[in-house]
């Protein structure tokens, strides 16, 4: 399947007619995640949101600060994330007054991987670019799931091969809590509507033709027509383009 992306451009977002039936759809979807996110909140009491910082995440950010949902969000500090991330993070803070939780991988184990392997390893093999991915990303992922119930994610259907079949809900086993993908469903074109309705801050970077965006050195900018994620570990198979964080 061949997942199509809006047209990027300079202010795309601008450009999105927000019609009547539009509007309705992503207020009634609006209302959905409000209600799954609450309904897991008042079952287990501890419920967190791994915010990659995506678009899709920035439109949880606002669903859950608006509605002064008790969601605990947190991101991953890979260190090589692109300057542009950094700065969104900064903006999110100021915007709605409250600082998002940072974890950073193992210190030791970056210098290890790094000094044995090389500063840009990862492009040599699928099995250094995903021991790369689990130092940086999976680890500390999992310290910041410990004693977590559930947690909140931003991935959708049409994002990748690897996510045709994502549920709204389903029972994580690596992390043994309840995963929540509220957007599951949702395109393209509803994420931005969301966006340019709300005024919420979005990475610069998706002006640049970068629908998904990770760490700088694995992430590039995509062609008209191109996968959403092509753009990600765009040298690998399209059936290998996950991280490790969900991975069942």
Partial sequence: ?????????????????????????????????????????????????????????????????????????????????????????????????????????????VESYVNVYGINAFYNSLDLRKSCCGIRKVEPLKRALKDKKAWITGMRQEQSQTRLTLNEEEFDEAHQSQKLNPLSSWSELEIWAYIKVNEVPYNALHDQFYPSIGCAPCTRPISEGEDIRAGRWWWEDPQNKECGLHVK
């Fill in 1 to 109: 399947m061949s997942i199509q992306p809006i047209k990027l451009t300079k202010k795309h977002i601008d450009t999105i007619d927000i019609n009547d039936a539009l509007r309705k759809t992503i207020e009634g979807k609006s209302q959905k995640v409000i209600s799954l996110i609450q309904k897991n909140i008042e079952e287990l009491h501890s419920v967190a949101f791994a915010n990659s910082l995506g678009a899709e995440d920035m439109v949880l950010v606002d669903l859950i600060r608006r509605n002064k949902l008790n969601v605990e969000i947190f991101s991953i500090d890979t260190g090589r994330l692109p300057s542009e991330t950094y700065n969104l993070i900064q903006e999110v803070e100021d915007k709605y007054q409250f600082k998002i939780k940072l974890y950073f991988p193992n210190q030791e184990k």
